[in-house]
């Protein structure tokens, strides 16, 4: 059974640091592509980052390049997301997400975990 | 950047009915790269449909997805008590991937 389990978040202040962690199970997590997700309060679903199974392929949105940085160790089973330079528009859910189908990036996403808070306030 | 738009914003319909829902992309791609995703309130999205029409792996044949070019729709033929969510288009073909704004699917 596929299992994601995110872990990491909490009340940051602006200008702060978090890291991100979501631990796989269930799968040969290194074949697999996987992505991070979030959700503002109230708001819809917003993909962050994407980094494939190898690490070759890594991708941002445009709202937190140059501030995030995904990473994963396959050996653990462990994707991360360090989380820089925080201000309140990141304050949401953060969820990963598998790809479905592995050895690339450009699938869809067919589980989830159940995320992880994230506020940055004051 | 893909914008996927969505329509309507709130559906209100009642059990048994055929909801129907859009999602219309600012440009074309390949429907190979579309999804739609299910979420209740307080629970991860579900994968219900990739490449426009495959239904994920457990989905019920209620739902079907249909489309191409910018135009892609969401059906669920009848609808069952468990299907009032909140429901998101996606394109995953290229970066930055990007979700629709949610169509509401409420109870008449």
């Known amino acids: 059974e596929v299992q994601l389990l995110e872990s990491g978040g909490g009340l940051v202040q602006p200008g702060g640091s978090l890291k991100l962690s979501c631990a796989a199970s269930?799968?040969?997590?290194?074949?697999?592509?996987m992505n991070w997700v979030r959700q503002a309060p109230g708001k819809g679903l917003e993909w962050v980052s994407i980094?494939?199974?190898?690490?070759?392929?890594?991708y941002y949105a445009d709202s937190v390049k140059g501030r995030f940085t995904i990473s994963r160790d396959n050996s653990k089973n462990t994707l991360y997301l360090q989380m820089n330079s925080l201000s309140a528009e990141d304050t949401a859910v953060y969820y990963c997400?598998?790809?479905?189908?592995?050895?690339?990036?450009?699938?869809?996403?067919?589980?989830w975990g159940q995320g992880t808070k994230v506020t940055v306030s004051s | 950047e893909i914008v996927l738009t969505q329509s309507p914003d709130t559906l209100s319909l009642s059990p048994g009915e055929r909801a129907t829902l859009s999602c219309r992309a600012s440009?074309?791609?390949?429907?190979?790269?579309l999804a739609w995703f299910q979420q209740k309130p307080g629970q991860a999205p579900r994968l219900l449909i990739y490449?426009?029409?495959s239904r994920a792996t457990g989905i019920p044949d209620r739902f079907s997805g249909s489309g191409s070019g910018t135009d892609f729709t969401l059906t669920i033929s009848s609808l069952e008590p468990e299907d009032f969510a909140v429901y998101y288009c996606?394109?995953?073909?290229?970066?930055?991937?990007?979700f629709g704004q949610g169509t509401k699917l409420e109870i008449k």
């Open positions: 490449a426009a029409s």
């Open positions: 996606q394109q995953y073909g290229s970066s930055p991937y990007t």
């Open positions: 997400a598998k790809d479905r189908i592995g050895g690339g990036v450009h699938n869809a996403f067919d589980f």
């Open positions: 440009q074309s791609f390949s429907s190979t790269f």
């Open positions: 269930g799968f040969t997590f290194s074949v697999y592509a």
């Open positions: 980094m494939s199974g190898s690490g070759g392929s890594i």
